[in-house]
């Protein structure tokens, strides 16, 4: 059984840093893609990172250069570095995992899903 368990939200103020992590078990995430996505208030999911089970990331338009994603191949977990925070930024961060190696964009080639955390940006 594959299990996904997010952490690391909170409140932070704009400009400021958060770091969110991925436990994964049941699947290695070296092994597989993986994908971060965040759903803001009255709004859809939306894709913000993923990596291939080779290194190679893709990111967003709107956060390319703040947020960096990365992993620890022994802790099997899976990062999330969010520098530059913008109220914009406001959302349910979800972490999502294949059961391919290529990392893509949409939410609906994803198969296994966090219970997400909570992340927010004040003005």
């Known amino acids: 059984q594959v299990q996904l368990v997010e952490s690391g939200g909170g409140l932070v103020q704009a400009g400021g840093s958060l770091r969110l992590s991925c436990a994964a078990s049941?699947?290695?995430?070296?092994?597989?893609?993986m994908g971060w996505f965040r759903q803001a208030p009255g709004k859809g999911r939306e894709f913000v990172a993923s990596?291939?089970?080779?290194?190679?990331?893709t990111y967003a338009a709107a956060v390319k250069g703040r947020l960096t994603m990365s992993r620890d191949n022994a802790k099997n977990i899976v990062y999330l570095q969010m520098n530059d925070l913008k109220p914009e930024d406001t959302a349910v961060y979800y972490c999502?995992?294949?059961?391919?190696?290529?990392?893509?964009?949409?939410?609906?080639?994803?198969?296994?899903w966090g219970q997400g955390t909570q992340v927010t940006v004040s003005s």
């Open positions: 999502a995992a294949r059961n391919l190696r290529v990392g893509t964009t949409r939410e609906d080639t994803y198969d296994y």
């Open positions: 990596m291939s089970a080779v290194g190679g990331t």
């Open positions: 049941g699947r290695t995430v070296s092994n597989v893609a």
